[in-house]
């Protein structure tokens, strides 16, 4: 608030003069009005900023979400694809038949270190593991 303060009495002959005084409680309430006004504006400026991060955030939510979709899609193809591969070259049952094969090949290969065959045991080894390979991929016919 202004206050008008007299230099002196108020009498005919002198002349009054009045000088604006601003008391202090006047410019700290300026000062204070000043600073929320302020402190308004940069808060309207972080809300924004505040909901155009939640935006980004929900835009990359989503995205990862598509992302792990494709990824799904491509795993779940690729398996296909090895399946059909795999019952293409060998048949039904496929991993029943591969399975057998890695087997009964390690089995002779065991079977032919224990024995004291020597070299006809080392000759006959790949016809060996070829016929047992033939065996389970169903490709030697049965008499």
């Not at 900023?49 to 935006?55: C, E, F, G, K, W």
């Not at 992302?67 to 591969?85: F, L, P, Y």
Request: net charge positive.
């Amino acid at each position: 608030m202004d206050r008008f303060q007299s230099s002196s009495g108020d009498s005919e002959g002198n002349r009054t003069s009045k000088a604006l005084v601003i008391l202090p409680e006047t410019s700290r309430a300026l000062q204070v009005s000043i600073e929320a006004s302020q402190n308004s504006e940069s808060r309207e400026m972080l809300n924004e900023q505040l909901r155009q991060l939640r935006i980004e955030i929900e835009i990359l939510r989503s995205r990862i979400r598509a992302i792990g979709v494709q990824t799904n899609v491509v795993v779940r193809k690729n398996a296909e694809w090895i399946d059909a591969s795999a019952h293409h070259q060998l048949g039904p049952y496929p991993w029943l038949k591969l399975s057998a094969a890695s087997l009964l090949a390690f089995a002779a290969g065991r079977l032919l270190r224990r024995t004291s065959l020597g070299m006809a045991a080392m000759a006959i080894r790949p016809m060996l593991v070829a016929l047992a390979t033939s065996i389970t991929t169903g490709s030697l016919r049965e008499p």
